[in-house]
T-cell receptor, first 118, second 113 residues
Framework: GAVVSQHPSRVICKSGTSVKIECRSL??????MFWYRQFPKQSLMLMAT?????????EQGVEKDKFLINHASLTLSTLTVTSAHPEDSSFYIC??????????????FGPGTRLTVL | QQPVQSPQAVILREGEDAVINCSSS?????VHWYRQKHGEAPVFLMI?????EQKGHEKISASFNEKKQQSSLYLTASQLSYSGTYFC??????????????FGAGTQVVVTP
């Protein structure tokens, strides 16, 4: 099956620093990638949708300048949390879809990145 | 646009059955079901496309009533490994939201010996 990786799996940083999270589709080309945030005991909340080569589309209430998303290639999307604060601590999960391939109906999730901001 | 899941939680004994429901106010193209264990990413269970089909994965099956925009997940003869939080993810029929999901709040399932 299709595999999506995320790096790092865990990161602890000081308040005010920026953190970059990578999401890679390992064996397929992801035309679209999604970034979710999940707080403890809550559901996955969609933050943004990114298509290769174009600007990300952010959900209402998500700050574009705070969460920078780059989808530079068909296998890589990055999420940068700029000037992170403790309230940004969360579990960040990416997912990928190949909307032009035979598995276009499916969404493949990465293993997630746990961010802790001190 | 978040789908509504019920119940919020269910406690079962091994071997018992349970049903989890997911409903949307929007016309749905597909419903996806996932199970998530604590601290891990969601694991895909199955996908249901519009057409009212029913699918199965071991003793877990699901149905999709597209007229009512509802899906149900059936846990049959539950096993300890079924414990976790179950999420439905819905994909609505809309040109501006093609390809993206909204997830329900989740249903916590605890299976006891």
């Amino acid at each position: 099956g299709a595999v999506v990786s995320q790096h790092p799996s865990r990161v602890i940083c000081k308040s005010g620093t920026s953190v970059k999270i990578e999401c890679r589709s390992l064996d397929f080309q992801a035309t679209t990638m999604f970034w979710y945030r999940q707080f403890p005991k809550q559901s996955l909340m969609l933050m943004a949708t990114s298509n290769e080569g174009s600007k990300a589309t952010y959900e209402q209430g998500v700050e574009k300048d705070k969460f920078l998303i780059n989808h530079a290639s068909l296998t890589l999307s990055t999420l940068t949390v700029t000037s992170a604060h403790p309230e940004d601590s969360s579990f960040y999960i990416c997912s990928a879809r190949d909307l032009q391939g035979p598995t276009y109906n499916e969404q493949f999730f990465g293993p997630g990145t746990r961010l802790t901001v001190l | 646009q978040q789908p509504v899941q019920s119940p919020q939680a269910v406690i079962l004994r091994e071997g018992e059955d349970a049903v989890i429901n997911c409903s949307s106010s929007k016309a749905l193209y597909s419903v996806h079901w996932y199970r998530q264990k604590h601290g891990e990413a969601p694991v895909f269970l199955m996908i249901l496309l519009k057409g009212g089909e029913q699918k199965g994965h071991e003793k877990i099956s699901a149905s999709f009533n597209e007229k009512k925009q509802q899906s149900s997940l059936y846990l049959t003869a539950s096993q300890l490994s079924y414990s976790g939080t179950y999420f439905c993810g819905t994909e609505v029929i809309a040109t501006d939201s093609w390809g993206k999901f909204q997830f329900g709040a989740g249903t916590q399932v605890v299976v006891t010996p």
